[in-house]
Each structure stands twice: as structure tokens, then as C-alpha cells.
């Protein structure tokens, strides 16, 4: 079956602009994570939505936000970048119900803030 | 404070020289652990759940092992195809769909 998507796979913006990100997961997979990823703080979690609300919140700044749809598909908003918002955004699938279940991740999406 | 150390962060192997990585956790209420491999440019890629202490998983030439406060994973007779970094996570709630991540421990195993 098909993995997790998430596209576009690279971007370059400049500061001050916003980006939006786009995740598509697993079929049958509910819940959407969203991960950022740097060498000096290696992954952290930034939120994660089920049946399009979001159940849980890293500690990240409100610039740093979210949604999903009625299909599960996800879209990750970063407003007014900055230059350490440069990172690898990785999205993670799961069931998200019937309790502990792994999560799949997509192949991310290489962020560059000029 | 949750937190997931991983060590060490680098270990060099010959071919078929074993060894063994390790995740030490202090995330409370604990409900479980997860391996991950990580590729260069990838993603990481799901191996393991561990949701017991004395649960052991196997897959190749990877075994994981749990206990209350560490996670090892033993990598036997290495090939440099196992080259990775080797992440483990534990869950911050229930579903186990929010994960606190250790930094990773970088594999290169040479021929």
C-alpha cells in the first residue's frame, strides 16, 4: 500500500514569508503528526491531529501551525520565517485509536529560510 | 522533565563486529518504546515497539530489549548496509502518537 507523502520535497523562501506544507497519509491512518528536524536539536514534535482537531501540541511558537481535512490529509503552516526555521519537516501517520500503534513517516520536506 | 538520552551518538564497526546501542528514558508513565532507522535525506523508518520491560523484538540481525528504565539495541555480525542512525522514541500520550525523541545514534560500519 502507499506510504505517507508529503510534497513538496524541498523549498526555498525568504524571511518574513510563510510556507505551507502538505502531508498526505496512509489509507485508513486518522492521525497526522508533525515533526521538525535539525542537527542541533535532532526531532521534535510540533502537533498532531485526529479526525481534524488537534489533540496535541509540541512547544513551538503560534507562527507554527496546522489543520486536516475530512480525508485526513494534513497541511503544516509556517508564518514569518526566520532563518532557524531552515529544517526537515517530517509528517508521521498512524491509526491514532485502539490504542499504542506505530507511527510511519513520510520522506519530510527540506525547508531553506535565505 | 521527558526525556529520551541515546548513546553513543557515533559507533564505528568492522563487518560482523556486534555491538550494542542504548536508550535511556525518563518519560513519565511510560506506555511503551520505538526504534527507528533513519537513511541520510529520509525519513525515518519504523522497526521496533517494545511495550513491556523484558520484551525482546528481532529482525535480522537487530534485536531490541526493554527494561524499565533503558532500551538496547543489539546489532549481530553488522553488514555496512546497516549503516543508519538508529533513533528511539517513547510516547508523550495514550495513542502514542506524539513522540520525544532521543538524538540518535549514527552507525557506520565498514568492509
Known amino acids: 500500500k502507499a506510504g505517507v507523502t508529503q510534497t513538496p520535497r524541498y523549498l526555498i523562501k525568504t524571511r518574513g514569508q510563510q510556507v505551507t506544507l502538505s502531508c498526505s497519509p496512509i489509507?485508513?491512518?486518522?492521525?497526522v503528526s508533525w515533526y521538525q528536524q535539525t542537527p542541533g536539536q535532532g526531532l521534535q514534535f510540533l502537533f498532531e491531529?485526529?479526525?481534524?482537531?488537534?489533540?496535541n501540541k509540541g512547544n513551538f511558537p503560534g507562527r507554527f501551525s496546522g489543520r486536516q481535512f475530512s480525508n485526513s490529509r494534513s497541511e503544516m503552516n509556517v508564518s514569518t520565517l526566520e532563518l532557524g526555521d531552515s529544517a526537515l519537516y517530517l509528517c508521521?501517520?498512524?491509526?491514532?485509536?485502539?490504542?499504542?500503534?506505530?507511527?510511519?513517516f513520510g520522506q519530510g520536506t527540506r525547508l531553506t529560510v535565505v | 522533565e521527558d526525556q529520551v538520552t541515546q548513546s553513543p551518538e557515533a559507533l564505528r564497526l568492522q563487518e560482523g563486529e556486534s555491538s550494542s546501542l542504548n536508550c535511556s528514558y525518563t518519560?513519565?508513565?511510560?506506555?511503551?518504546l520505538f526504534w527507528y532507522r533513519q537513511d541520510p535525506g529520509k525519513g525515518p523508518e519504523f522497526l521496533f515497539t517494545?511495550?513491556?520491560a523484558g520484551e525482546e523484538k528481532e529482525k535480522e540481525r537487530l534485536k531490541a530489549t526493554l527494561t524499565k528504565k533503558e532500551s538496547f539495541l543489539h546489532i549481530t555480525a553488522p553488514k555496512p548496509e546497516d549503516s543508519a542512525t538508529y533513533l528511539c522514541a517513547g510516547p508523550i500520550n495514550q495513542a502514542g502518537t506524539a513522540l520525544i525523541f532521543g538524538k540518535g545514534t549514527t552507525l557506520s560500519v565498514s568492509s
Open positions: 489509507s485508513g491512518h486518522r492521525s
Open positions: 517494545l511495550y513491556s
Open positions: 491531529y485526529f479526525s481534524e482537531t488537534q489533540r
Open positions: 518519560v513519565s508513565g511510560l506506555r511503551g
Open positions: 508521521a501517520s498512524s491509526l491514532g485509536t485502539g490504542g499504542f500503534t506505530e507511527a510511519f
